[in-house]
């Protein structure tokens, strides 16, 4: 059985960035969370992660589709 819950170490793995950058996910309400225990420790659903995801390649999709990559378009990496 797969876990419900994701600690915010295994979130920063899934999606390759640091520990701070997914804990401020967390604290924007970009991506929900959960605080448990006495201490807080923060926990995120395993189906919002995935949600999450989805929503990055929609809004990654839209984003490619309104800046179309091709002779005199402005490249954010050039």
Do not use: C, N
């Not at 520990?19 to 201490?39: C, F, H, M, N, W």
């Not at 929609?58 to 005199?72: I, L």
Request: hydrophobic fraction near 40%; charged fraction near 25%; proline fraction near 4%.
């Amino acid at each position: 059985m797969a876990k419900r819950f994701i600690q915010l170490a295994d979130v920063a793995e899934t999606l390759d960035i640091s520990a701070a950058q997914a804990y401020a996910l967390v604290r924007s309400g970009e991506l929900p969370a959960i605080k448990v225990g006495g201490r807080g420790q923060w926990r995120v659903e395993a189906t919002e992660l995935e949600a999450y995801i989805q929503r990055m390649y929609s809004e990654t999709r839209e984003f490619v589709t309104q800046h179309p990559f091709g002779p005199g378009s402005d490249r954010e990496d050039a």
